[in-house]
């Protein structure tokens, strides 16, 4: 599957170079766009986040009948366009008109009207609504819950743990303020396959560098981010396979673009 919306440290490139879930339940307690769960097809999934605006955007996505996507519009002129339709609609819209916000945008961004008649999928358009309506079915057996990490009930899963940054970036977010060290002993012991996300840098687990990320702020300015993984010890992944699948991923996003 290709990204459901467009969300700031979003892990859809990321995802290829942390390999497949090694579970057949997936649980994202930080959920933002669940890039992870999407770019691996997972098909039994449990999310969660403490943000309103993301747990009604995924509920609706999962809930809401295929004709509510296809009835929005295909293009706007004026923000007022987007104000008129309801909840669920509006939301998905406000992070499609503008690229990788932490929160739905009250505009629409340059970045929209550059790519809006492009007929690709970096924007809102009539791509986008297929491309969703194409997946939802994909995302039937999904869940969503407005809850903190703390509170989540533990299971034996596949755990992508991706939380806010623990540096000036990770502070982006309306909800950002983790204890760090208390989800560091809950991570290590959380029972199935864990993968915690971080910057390199971050010491509230014993990360390792996985890959350098170039965003498309990136590709203008040269800034890279240097991603790092902290696996639960017994469950590495082969590096051969995981580097096969990050160059096939690597060359089909040049070619389409992931919005
Ligand atoms: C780095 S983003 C996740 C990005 C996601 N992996 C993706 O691919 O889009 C971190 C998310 O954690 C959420 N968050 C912040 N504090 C939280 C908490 N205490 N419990 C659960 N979620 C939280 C934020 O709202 C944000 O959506």
Redesign the pocket.
Known sequence: MR?FFS??????T??AYLGKPRRDLVI?????????S?RWNARRVKL????PD?CELWDFLINCPTTDIANIPDSFDDFTDIEKLARGQQLLCRFWVAKGR?QPTLTLSPWYFKFRESGSCHVWGPQVKARIIRQKELIMDWTIDQ????D?PICDAHW?V????NNKP?SK??????NFEALGKWCQELPGAVDV?ENLGADWLEFEHLCDIVSSRGRRSGAVSKEAVWRKPGWSTDPNEIQKIATADAAAERNTGHG
């Open positions: 990204p969300y700031y440290g979003a892990k859809y990321t995802a994202e307690p930080f959920a933002g766009s669940a890039s992870y999407t969660y986040d403490v943000s993301i932490a809850m903190s990490w703390e989540i992508h991706d939380p806010p940054y990770g977010y309306p909800f950002s303020k983790v996300c």
